[in-house]
């Protein structure tokens, strides 16, 4: 069940507020906001629905000590009050997974039996084809990073603050928290409240830098 909760920042602020917090005071978040916060994050979406996001929430302080040891030290995952081991399931491209993504639908009632076989015969064509990405890896990376990003905003209406980390060696990660190789690690993401002020704003490139019309590199003209 998704709860509305109060006081929260609206989505446009929550999004211009977030910035990435380097240090986090010991205050606990309350478990009804991270439960809150979970349950919007897996309301992102993903290709057939297959939904490769895994969590790994760490919280005890030695674990979160054990994590820092193997992100180059950064303060912030020995500070904040949960430490979020963002990871991508390689495996649900499987049968089984695909089976319950089809009961699912059945339980949502969106399910119908051609559907269905479409799923069936389509995904494992997909996979083996894999017409729009090289490598398992980068297709695990793409999805949960749109729940980590869901995540990151819905902390910050919260008023809860994330940090998001590539520094850390994942096979340190995958050893110390007992990740099936199968497993991606996608990112690490501290949550909590930040206890110094947030960095300034870097700023961001312009969108008419970064967005082009029609093909790459050709100006995207804001105005017309
Ligand atoms: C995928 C990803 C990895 C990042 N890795 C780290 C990291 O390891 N350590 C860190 O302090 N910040 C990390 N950051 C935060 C960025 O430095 C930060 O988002 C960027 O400088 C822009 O600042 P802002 O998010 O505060 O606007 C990472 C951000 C992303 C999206």
New binding site residues.
Partial sequence: MIVEMHPYIGLIEAIKQ?????SFKSDRIPEAILQEILELAVQAPSGFNLQPWRFILVKEQQNKEKLQAC??N?R?VGEAPVVLICCGDRSVKQMENITSVIQLGEENGIMTPSYANYLRSNIPEFFTNHPSFETMEAWTNRHT?IA?TYMMIVAKSFGVDS??????DSQQVKQAFQIPESVDI???LALGYASEP??E??G?FPVNQVCFQESYNQPFPLTS
């Fill in positions: 977030r910035r990435a917090a380097r992100a180059f950064q912030q990073m980590v940090c998001p980390m590539e520094g850390f996608c990112c690490i947030l960095k704003y870097g961001r």
